[in-house]
């Protein structure tokens, strides 16, 4: 069953437990309004229709909001004289849900009535601790601060096989030109013989350069087998 009713100047078609947007009427929310200008009912095959209104019948429907409609652009231009002009709009509505609808020789139509679906309370959430990774006790030290071998200048570092010299300094920052690890300091992981060239890149090729710059001077063997040194 339908009817077509008449409100704010317009017509709407409704049935029982329908929700429309009307214009704004001045009813509270969760109050009931009877509209009685009813223009026509059909039931059934069965219609009836006013002259203009049906007389005895009327549509009950419960207020279920008061709010807004969307949002309308009114823009207004006139050519060939910089006329422009933009507003906005929103329209005033009220939301009904229609509950029975009544004319005179038809059954009445109720709106279906909706069970409460009962409400499960949910169990609070249980936050698992966060495990958190310990802190590394091993901490790279610089080498500045670190026991070294140092290799005296006299000394040929690049002898395989020769035992390390056990002279223990510390170098903070200081430039070496050779540093070995002896096998016996605390937190050397090189094995005795390795070799450690600290200076940069900048110090390695100066030293490069200087190792071509400087040849080597071979004295000639003489016939006693002593090599003869150059005379100044």
Do not use: C
């Not at 929700?19 to 009813?27: A, G, N, R, S, Y």
């Not at 958190?132 to 000394?155: H, I, K, M, S, Y």
């Not at 223990?168 to 050779?178: F, K």
């Not at 070995?180 to 390795?194: E, I, K, L, N, Q």
């Amino acid at each position: 069953m339908f009817a077509v009713i008449k409100t704010g100047g317009k017509q709407y078609k409704v049935q029982a437990g329908q929700i429309i947007d009307v214009e704004k009427l001045d009813v509270d929310e969760g109050g009931e309004i009877r509209i009685d200008q009813v223009l026509l009912a059909a039931n059934d095959g069965t219609v009836s229709y006013g002259r203009p209104m049906i007389d005895g019948a009327a549509v009950t429907a419960r207020v279920v909001s008061q709010h807004k409609g969307p949002k309308l652009v009114v823009f207004k231009y006139k050519s060939k004289s910089r006329y422009r002009r933009r507003t906005g709009h929103r329209q005033l509505l009220t939301q009904l849900s229609i509950e029975s609808i009544e004319v005179p020789g038809f059954e009445t139509a109720l709106a279906p009535v909706v069970e409460a679906v009962p409400v499960v309370a949910t169990p609070p959430l249980i936050e698992e601790p966060i495990w958190e990774q310990p802190a590394v006790a091993d901490v790279a030290e610089p080498l500045g601060a670190r026991d070294v071998t140092v290799a005296p200048a006299n000394v040929d570092v690049s002898t395989a096989g020769e035992a390390p010299v056990d002279v223990q300094t510390t170098v903070p920052g200081t430039p070496v030109s050779a540093v070995r690890f002896s096998a016996d300091s605390p937190g050397s992981a090189a094995p005795a013989g390795d070799v450690l060239s600290i200076g940069g890149p900048e110090a390695q090729l100066n030293a490069a350069d200087h190792a071509i710059d400087e040849p080597e001077i071979i004295a000639p063997e003489t016939s006693t087998g002593a090599p003869e040194l150059p005379a100044e």
